[in-house]
């Protein structure tokens, strides 16, 4: 009988890398995990029309960077930037 494996877990460090990066201690972790997810849920929300395929988040000493892989990278940006100040300020509440 065959054992069920997760996917994800099978191939990081093979072909795949983690989609969030960041390490913190016992107090900080369930929060910032938290903000993880409350990030991607905003943003696949707002990008729908964008054809995201993957969100990475980095948090390099108390600053958050969050990188986005889009097929459309002009419907996320928008004209002139305004559609990306718009989601970093959604972001950043």
């Given amino acids: ?7 994800v877990g099978l191939r990081v460090g093979i072909n795949r890398t983690w989609d969030s990066r960041w390490y913190s201690g016992k107090n900080e972790y369930g929060s910032l995990l938290h903000e993880d997810i409350k990030i ?4 696949m929300k707002q990008l729908k029309q964008a054809a995201v395929s993957k969100i ?4 390099p000493h108390k600053k958050c960077r969050v990188t986005i892989h889009s097929a459309r990278p002009g419907v996320v940006i928008g004209k002139k930037g305004a559609d990306i ?6 972001v950043a509440e």
């Fill in 1 to 7: 009988m065959g054992q069920k494996v997760n996917p």
């Fill in 40 to 43: 991607r849920e905003e943003l």
């Fill in 85 to 90: 100040e718009k989601l970093r300020k959604r």
């Fill in 56 to 59: 990475i988040i980095e948090r």
